[in-house]
């Protein structure tokens, strides 16, 4: 099994509808990040947690919201999915100390599509 | 602010050699170095750490140039393997998040 899970793989949706992404991970890491990838545009980040009490937002975290119910499960909301919210969807975890992150571990990838 | 790489895009016969180069206006304090091949999810090569550099993959290595805020990602012998997309991940003085470049895609051929 995959270290660092995300499920749905796959999900078409239309406009306005809300939608979660969800991972969990077996790492044992504390940290937890959602990452957003666009063709062209590198991966861009959406939020992310260092703990279960620490949520941080990130590059581009507006029309989403996250949840860190355990450390090892971290989701991704989208409150009102609208279509230029169609990419594919990383969760990324990691090692890290006061001022520096280790190595991220990636999930297989959500690709969501909004018609 | 995203890190700006070069060259955007890159073909190779096998067995020549690539640099991508991963810069930023900000001062870093380490550089992550990720591949990523098609349809799947990016993948750790190296992380190059503020006085110091670590190699951490076969007949790939890195520099990093910290008056410069620069890092080169050295790949020799190129193999067909080493096809895919390249990204730098920069982390800042007092970040502890990482922020990528937009890539760079090689692809290498017989």
């Known amino acids: 099994d995959a270290d660092v899970t995300q499920t749905p793989r796959n999900r078409i949706t239309k406009t306005g509808k809300r939608i979660m992404l969800e991972c969990s991970q077996t790492?044992?890491?504390?940290?937890m990040y959602w990452y957003r990838q666009d063709p062209g545009l590198g991966l861009q980040l959406i939020y992310y947690s260092f703990d279960v009490k620490d949520i941080n937002k990130g590059e581009i975290s507006d029309g989403y919201s996250v949840s860190r119910q355990a450390q090892a499960k971290f989701s991704l909301s989208l409150e009102s999915a609208i279509p230029n919210q169609t990419a594919l969807y990383f969760c990324a975890t990691s090692e890290g100390t006061r001022g520096n992150t280790g190595e991220l571990f990636f999930g297989e990838g959500s690709r969501l599509t909004v018609l | 602010q995203q890190p700006v790489q070069s060259p955007q895009a890159v073909i190779l016969r096998e067995g020549e050699d690539a640099v991508i180069n991963c810069s930023s206006s900000k001062a870093l304090y380490s550089v992550h170095w990720y591949r990523q091949k098609h349809g799947e999810a990016p993948v750790f090569l190296m992380i190059?750490?503020?006085?110091?550099e670590q190699k951490g993959h076969e007949k790939i290595s890195a520099s990093f140039n910290e008056k410069k805020q620069q890092s080169s990602l050295y790949l020799t012998a190129s193999q067909l393997s080493y096809s895919g997309t390249y990204f730098c991940?920069?982390?800042?003085?007092?970040?502890?998040?990482?922020?990528f470049g937009t890539g760079t895609q090689l692809k290498v051929e017989l």
């Open positions: 991940g920069t982390l800042t003085g007092g970040g502890n998040k990482l922020t």
């Open positions: 190059l750490l503020k006085g110091g």
């Open positions: 790492k044992g890491h504390d940290r």
